[in-house]
């Protein structure tokens, strides 16, 4: 074992992957998988709290396996797995929602916004998904868990539980921190940049989506919602729209805001977006181009999943047991 510390995170295969699942995690993923040790998940269980079709789901689920390859995650460097290989994470799940609040999972902003799109299936899984992302990053010893902004909320959660439960049967669990990228941890819709670019969204066209061919991508943006004034300068109330295109082209190339708007002091709206669609073509160009080589190897895709569920059911096990135990289940 070395001494780097451990990071998990997870995407769930809920919609194709996009702007937002890149920046504000894969992208920050690559970064720290050089220095970490790193669990990468594809958290399908996460995805049957809405209604979903199989085929799809199962589809998406090696596509996005793919994708994060292609991402440049190397599944020799990190344990890649899908969350359903697993099943101490259901397991872990039970116990900690015996050690999870009702009033706090209420409190859940992912919970009442979904529960309000989704009023005739507010089904119990909904509920308690942050107790399964709990479950996610505990069994691991997550030091760190990158995120976007909108899960800070739930690793927070998987703290408190981590808590209570370690004051009543001491150390067992690791204090998980979020790890919220400082640009790109909140890429909201290009459509109504008021809201969430989220993969399920039923209103594509304000989604970037990384499999898209150039042409939808650029159309996309050209299609943008900004404002009625003239001037690129980020005011995220104000000109809600021109900035998330800033903050998106800052995570793209580097720059600083201040360095976009000078770069762009002057120029037309449409030509900023222009740029900020051609900056994010040419990231993903070689990533779309090698996912789609991926995608074709079943039997690669096959071996890496296979690799990974190995590799985290080794170490899940052993917390799952030490858990078991300290709760005074009958060892096996
Ligand atoms: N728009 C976003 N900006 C920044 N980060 C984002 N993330 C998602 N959307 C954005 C981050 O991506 C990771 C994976 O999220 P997830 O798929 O597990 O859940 P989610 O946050 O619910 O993502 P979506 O796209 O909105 O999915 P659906 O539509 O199924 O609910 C997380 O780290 C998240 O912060």
């Given at each position: 074992m070395n001494n780097k510390k451990t990071i998990f995170s997870g995407i769930q295969p809920s919609g194709a992957l996009t702007l937002g699942s890149y920046l504000g995690a894969i992208k920050n993923w690559v970064e720290m998988s050089k220095n970490y040790n790193c669990y990468y998940c594809i958290v399908d269980m996460h995805a049957i709290t809405v209604r979903h079709t199989p085929a799809e789901l199962r589809r998406r689920t090696l596509e996005q396996l793919a994708q994060y390859i292609a991402c440049g995650l190397d599944p020799e460097k990190n344990t890649i797995?899908?969350?359903?290989?697993?099943s101490a994470h259901a397991e872990l799940c039970w116990v900690l929602s015996c050690y999870a609040m009702f009033g706090e999972l209420s409190r859940m902003t992912q919970f009442k916004d979904k529960s309000a799109k989704n009023v005739d299936n507010i089904n119990a899984g909904l509920f308690t998904y942050p107790v399964l992302m709990a479950a996610d990053i505990l069994l691991y010893n997550a030091d760190l868990v990158p995120v976007g902004s909108d899960q800070k909320q739930h690793v927070e959660l998987a703290r408190d539980i981590a808590n209570r439960f370690n004051g009543v049967y001491g150390d067992v669990f690791t204090m998980p921190e979020p790890y919220i990228p400082k640009v790109g941890a909140r890429i909201m819709s290009l459509?109504?940049?008021?809201k969430k670019m989220s993969?399920?969204?039923?209103?594509?066209?304000g989604c970037v989506y990384l499999m898209q061919s150039p042409e939808e991508i650029m159309r996309n943006f050209k299609r943008a919602v900004t404002d009625s004034e003239t001037s690129i300068r980020?005011?995220?109330?104000?000109?809600p729209g021109i900035s998330n295109l800033i903050q998106i082209y800052s995570a793209v190339s580097g720059k600083t805001f201040k360095e976009i708007e000078e770069e762009f002091a002057g120029r037309g709206y449409g030509d900023f977006k222009a740029a900020v669609g051609e900056a994010v073509v040419e990231m993903w160009c070689p990533i779309r181009e090698e996912a789609q080589r991926i995608m074709k190897d079943k039997a690669y895709l096959e071996a890496v999943y296979r690799q990974g569920a190995q590799r985290a059911e080794y170490v899940a096990g052993k917390t799952l047991r030490k858990v078991y135990k300290k709760l005074g289940f009958v060892a096996r």
């Open positions: 797995f899908i969350q359903s290989h697993v459509s109504n940049p008021e993969k399920s969204d039923e209103d594509t066209g980020y005011d995220a109330e104000n000109k």
